[in-house]
Each structure stands twice: as structure tokens, then as C-alpha cells.
């Protein structure tokens, strides 16, 4: 899952840089065959100020993104059906700042939020009917993920960023399944394939990378190969031998993000092809450097938010894909990708301007 609204401003000095990335990544970059098909842009209007965070695809015919609008002061749910968006009320007291959405099913759809105070829901469950507020255990929910049950994961924790805990929804409440932080951190990233693999991400404030495994009854801290320690920002789980992770080395140069693959036994470390570009005050806003999504045919879709282009990485090679064409003078971030069921076709979102907004898919 992606990296959302409040854990883009990380509690802690390593997350503090704005510095110059010097043609990384570029360098000899080998470019493969563009895949089939091609990236378009649906656009939606009369919001206000809107901003999406999160999508979820189970099936070509149903789609739900969620994010805010009205200046970050009132929630934003949008379902896609027969073909067209459309806005989907949310129960009252929902957090202003819906930040990820996940789903197990078109009847079985799980979203978090953020802001508001203690009182607002900070978590909701889509039934296939209507939205329904649920309690949230903490106080900042980060991330959520369905596992192959159909049960909702999520990552919490408290506003300060301390108290992180993983919770798994079972017999209709939040239990806590054991994970704790060695270190002051902030833990961002989930992705729970099945009850036994669930992988969570984010960053420590030691030398240890933020990586963690749980196979149904521990949690392990996973060692990525490097100088530097990874902050794992994105996590695309997909078999227990094929697992994806978009990363940032924290180098004190600022090297540019990382694509790691797990194969089940090793990890293999792949930069990214980043622009030479002054990348600014990216602690502030980790959305500003995208999501990874699986093609569903072996490679991976990147969008860095730094170019017009889709990055796609064929497992060998990286190809860029040029973005749909817009009037809006540049290219909207994009916070959040996905997979559309086991297909080839893919969703991105973003922020809007002014009453507009754009969601792209490439099929």
C-alpha cells in the first residue's frame, strides 16, 4: 500500500533532506519494449480542491478511490461502476483524509483515514450496500490491506508516531497481531498477501532497514543489501517468491529510490531511473515520489510523480511510457497505483486543481 498524508512528514532527522540528485539512475539504463496498450486520462469535476490517496480495483468492472477535498476538510470516496466515477457519500464523523483503500472483493472494501480528532471514524467497510463507520483502535490509522481470507490488516498508530501496531479485523474487531517497533521510527507500508505473509514497511531511526515479515506467528526484520539503511515506502506482494518494494537508501547524497525484488530467498536492489533534478523538500510530501503497481504479466509499473512519463520495469530493463496528454500546463502527482484484479490494466491516482481531477489507467 502507499504512503499517505500524515506519514509524509516523518518524526525524525533522517527523513529531513532537500538536496540535488545528480543524473542517478540514468546512467546506462537499458530500455525494453514498451507493454501492450496505453495510458489514458479520465477527468472528473465539480469537487473542491480534491486529492486522492488511495485505489483498489478487484475486478475490471468496480474500482473505489479515496483521498479529501475542501481544502483537506471533508472526506472523498469515489466508486467506479458500469464503466463511470462517481462520488459515494461517507458515513457521518468520517476522518477528513481517507489516505488507503484496499478490497478483498466488490462487496468486501476497507478504507483509513486521518485528521479530525479522536471522534471522527478512522476506519470503513464497504459491503457491497453502503458504507459503514467502524471504531479504529489508535488514533492515526496509516495503511490497510485484505488478505487472502478476506480479512482487513492495518497499521496504526499514535499522532506522535509512537505506539506503531499492526491489527488484523477478526470476529468484528481490530486485534493487534505483536508487532513493535525496536526503535523510534514510523512504520508506512503493508501488504498482507495471505494470514501467514504479511510484509510491513517504513523507515527506523538506527542503522536497520524497515523492513518487516510475518509468517502467522512472528515478526522478522528483513536485511535489504546495501551501504545504507532502506526506507520502505511501497510494498506489491504477489507470491511468497515474488515480492516488490519501492525504497529510498538513506544516503546522505540522496542517491534516488530503489525498485527491490524478493524471490524468497535473496533480495535483488534496482535504481530507479531518476531525473537530474533538484528533488526538494521530499520528507515533507512522500507522495511526491509515487507508487509501483504489477503489470500482471512479471513486471512493474513506477510513477515518481517527477516526469510525464510511466516508468515500466520488465524485470531487466526500464521503459518509459509517455502520460495522457492534458490542458492543466504539467502533470498531476500520482500518490497511489493498482493493479486491476490479475489483469494487465492499471489505475493511478493523484491530487487534483481547483474543481478537477484526473485518474489515469493504462489497458
Do not use: C
Not at 509524509?8 to 539504463?29: E, K, N, S
Not at 476522518?95 to 480528532?117: I, K, R, T, Y
Not at 515480492?243 to 542517491?255: E, M, N
Amino acid at each position: 500500500m502507499r504512503t499517505a498524508v500524515a506519514r509524509r512528514t516523518a518524526p525524525f532527522a533522517l527523513a529531513v533532506a532537500a538536496v540535488t540528485a545528480a543524473g542517478a539512475g540514468m546512467t546506462g539504463t537499458a530500455l525494453a519494449d514498451a507493454p501492450p496498450g496505453a495510458w489514458t486520462a479520465t477527468e472528473i469535476t465539480g469537487l473542491t480542491a480534491p486529492a486522492l490517496y488511495g485505489v483498489t480495483a478487484p475486478d475490471r468492472a468496480h474500482a473505489w478511490a479515496v483521498g479529501t477535498q475542501s481544502s483537506s476538510s471533508a472526506p472523498l470516496i469515489l466508486s467506479y461502476r458500469h464503466g463511470a466515477w462517481t462520488q459515494q457519500a461517507a458515513p457521518a464523523g468520517t476522518a477528513p483524509e481517507l489516505v488507503d483503500v484496499a478490497s478483498g472483493g466488490p462487496s468486501n472494501v476497507w478504507a483509513v483515514g486521518q485528521g479530525g480528532g479522536d471522534a471522527t471514524a478512522k476506519s470503513l467497510h464497504w459491503n457491497g450496500r453502503a458504507w459503514k463507520a467502524v471504531a479504529y483502535p489508535l488514533p492515526l490509522a496509516m495503511a490497510v490491506s485484505v488478505d487472502s481470507r478476506g480479512k482487513a490488516w492495518s497499521i496504526g498508530s499514535n499522532t506522535d508516531g509512537s505506539g506503531a501496531a499492526v491489527f488484523r479485523r477478526t470476529g468484528g474487531a481490530w486485534t493487534d497481531k505483536g508487532f513493535a517497533l525496536p526503535d523510534r521510527g514510523v512504520v508506512d507500508a503493508l501488504a498482507a498477501r495471505t494470514p501467514k505473509d504479511v510484509w510491513v514497511g517504513g523507515a527506523t531511526s538506527s542503522s536497520a532497514d524497515g523492513l518487516w515479515h510475518y509468517d502467522g506467528t512472528s515478526w522478522t526484520q528483513m536485511d535489504i543489501p546495501g551501504n545504507w539503511p532502506q526506507w520502505v515506502l511501497q510494498i506489491v506482494a504477489l507470491s511468497p517468491k515474488d515480492v516488490w518494494f519501492y525504497t529510498i537508501p538513506q544516503d546522505p547524497l540522496f542517491s534516488g529510490p530503489d525498485l527491490v525484488h524478493w524471490d524468497g530467498t535473496a533480495f535483488t536492489v534496482t535504481k530507479t531511473p531518476s531525473p537530474s533534478a533538484k528533488v526538494g523538500t521530499y520528507a515533507q510530501d512522500v507522495g511526491f515520489l509515487g507508487d509501483i503497481a504489477s503489470d500482471g504479466r512479471g513486471g512493474i509499473w513506477l510513477q515518481d510523480s517527477r516526469t510525464a512519463y510511466y516508468r515500466h520495469f520488465d524485470g531487466t530493463a526500464w521503459t518509459d511510457v509517455p502520460r495522457p496528454a492534458n490542458d492543466l500546463g504539467g502533470w498531476p502527482q500520482v500518490y497511489d497505483l493498482a493493479q486491476v484484479g490479475r489483469t494487465q490494466s492499471v489505475w493511478g491516482v493523484g491530487p487534483g486543481a481547483g474543481d478537477r481531477l484526473l485518474i489515469d489507467r493504462f489497458h
